[in-house]
């Protein structure tokens, strides 16, 4: 199925619908949206979430003070409730904390391994309260995003997915579709104050999704925790939740 959610002002918008399980189902399109920032969403953009998808929630991955520098966009004036849910551990202070381009700085695939493994050993209440949101029912239909779209978002996609028993060849797959469009991400990025440093300019080699890297994230989730369901009991998420995000994403 085509997954891509073509908005005029995102560029890495997809269904997690149409993905296979090791048990022969199918993902339900229609559930979670995957994405990267929405500040420059148009008015046509807006309708087609609200009327096409049925938005009700937003969970935004960003740190707080990337969120409030770089705003909402238009959904902030809507009807849909809202959940800022920071993966990166701490509080930044941009554009002066050296830590901040971590959010966009090229790492070799053993350190984004370490790096996407660092969001679940520091900002594991985070991770656990996003996947408790996105199980409950009334949440839904939801849309979950950070900035590129790739790093935060394609950890909790991949967490997600895990949960609901989706292959991690699929999983791998669903990452790496990013690449399909990370020219359009990287240049929209790079007119954002918060992403582009003239002395570290975005290019398209550190913004793209490795194959190895959601592998060796997937592996080190099931080596370290015993797998994402696994790491997600162990991080406080209730097995009645577990149940019904399977419930809610599995047809």
């Known amino acids: ?21 090791s048990d022969g189902h199918l993902t339900r399109s229609g559930v979670f949206l995957r994405s990267d920032t929405l500040q420059e969403l148009t008015t046509a953009d807006v309708a087609r979430l609200r009327e096409v998808f049925g938005l009700r929630t937003v969970l935004d991955l960003r ?17 849909v409730a809202y959940h800022n849910h920071s993966f990166l551990p701490g509080e930044w202070i941009m554009p002066d904390d050296p830590r901040f381009p971590a959010i966009v700085k090229d790492l070799d695939s053993v350190d984004r391994v370490e790096h996407y493994l660092d969001y679940l050993r520091l900002a594991g209440d985070a991770v656990a309260e996003s996947i408790r949101l996105l199980a ?16 935060r978002t394609g950890v909790l996609s991949a967490l997600l997915l895990g949960i609901v028993g989706v292959d991690d060849e699929a999983i791998v797959k669903d990452y790496t579709l990013t690449n399909e469009r990370i020219a359009r991400v990287d240049a929209r990025l790079a007119r954002r104050p918060s992403y582009n440093r003239p002395e570290d300019p975005l290019t398209i080699d550190k913004m793209s999704c490795r194959p190895e890297v959601m592998r060796g994230f997937l592996g080190g989730v099931a080596e370290i925790w015993g797998g994402p369901a696994a790491w997600a009991r162990g991080a406080g998420v209730p097995e009645e939740d577990l149940r019904s995000l399977r419930s809610r994403l599995v047809g």
């Open 1 to 21: 199925m085509h997954r891509w959610f073509d908005l005029a002002g995102t560029d890495n918008t997809r269904d997690l619908g149409g993905m296979p399980t």
């Open 63 to 79: 740190a707080r003070v990337e969120a409030a520098r770089e705003g909402r966009g238009p959904l902030e004036y809507e009807d």
């Open 136 to 151: 409950q029912p009334v949440t839904g239909p939801a849309l979950f995003h950070c900035a590129a779209g790739k790093d």
